[in-house]
């Protein structure tokens, strides 16, 4: 029969607190059995997870709240881009998307399909990043649709961007001359381009002043989820600290 360790001598072999033990037995990385109240681990498993490699992280509140809580964030976002009608989506500090993308128009699913068009997209997010970060609010992607960007802070300090729009804030002939160039570019039928441009949501000018504080509104929404979160990991943390497990 396997030698079955206990959690204490669990965390000594893999030198991490009893929050991360309890982690990996959730992720599948620890095989654990519990007997009474008492979780036991098989010495095998833990010797080849020793000299598998793994990444054994420890878990402080700061370094749970890294991995974004996509699954926490994602309904605000989508109640956003339903109500406003528009596009809206989270980007870390360099472009990467965090959420998937509530309510995309038409006309950007007809790009999202391409695989070049992604690229497209996936370029001009990494863009809205950058020019953010120089201040700007109001941003153009590669295929003329425009967009708002708010930073999303935590501790005073950005951890990424909310960003929505997807819609034409300018003459829409501008854009429209380049759906041949875009129908080319990305191999999309130029006839179903046409259709789905049709049906892009216009703004007007006066507008745009309304439109730059929406996402500043959403991006305040969504980092009062993140205090909760940090403030509820946190307690946990505590709980962990004052319990004793053999």
């Given at each position: 029969m396997e030698e079955l360790l206990t959690t204490r001598q669990v965390q000594e072999l893999l030198k991490v607190d009893r929050i991360t033990i309890y982690r990996m037995l959730q992720d599948g990385r620890l095989r654990g059995v519990k007997i009474g109240q008492q979780w036991r681990f098989p010495r095998g498993n833990v010797e080849k997870l020793l000299s598998s490699g793994v990444t054994l992280e420890t878990t402080t509140a700061a370094e749970l709240t890294a991995a974004f809580p996509a699954h926490c964030i994602q309904p605000?976002?989508?109640?956003?881009?339903?109500?406003?009608?528009?596009?809206?989506?989270?980007?870390?500090?360099?472009?990467?998307?965090?959420?998937?993308?509530?309510?995309?128009?038409?006309?950007c699913r007809l790009l999202w399909k391409s695989d070049k068009g992604r690229a497209a997209c996936l370029e001009s997010w990494r863009e809205f990043a950058h020019q953010a970060a120089k201040g700007k609010k109001l941003l153009t992607c590669h295929s003329g649709l425009s967009y708002w960007v708010h930073p999303v802070m935590e501790n005073s300090k950005p951890i990424g961007w909310f960003v929505t729009g997807g819609c034409l804030a300018e003459?829409?002939?501008?854009?429209?001359?380049?759906?041949?160039?875009?129908?080319?570019?990305?191999?999309?039928?130029?006839?179903?381009?046409?259709?789905?441009?049709?049906?892009?949501?216009?703004?007007?000018?006066d507008m745009y002043a309304r439109l730059n504080s929406w996402p500043a509104v959403a991006a305040r929404a969504v980092e009062g989820i993140l205090r909760e979160r940090i403030s509820f990991i946190q307690r946990l943390q505590q709980i962990a600290n004052l319990t004793q497990i053999s």
């Open positions: 605000v976002q989508d109640l956003f881009a339903e109500v406003s009608g528009l596009s809206a989506i989270i980007l870390d500090l360099e472009g990467v998307p965090q959420t998937e993308v509530s309510n995309p128009c038409e006309f003459s829409s002939e501008t854009t429209r001359q380049r759906l041949f160039e875009i129908s080319r570019q990305f191999d999309i039928p130029l006839q179903a381009l046409q259709d789905a441009f049709d049906k892009i949501p216009r703004i007007e000018p």
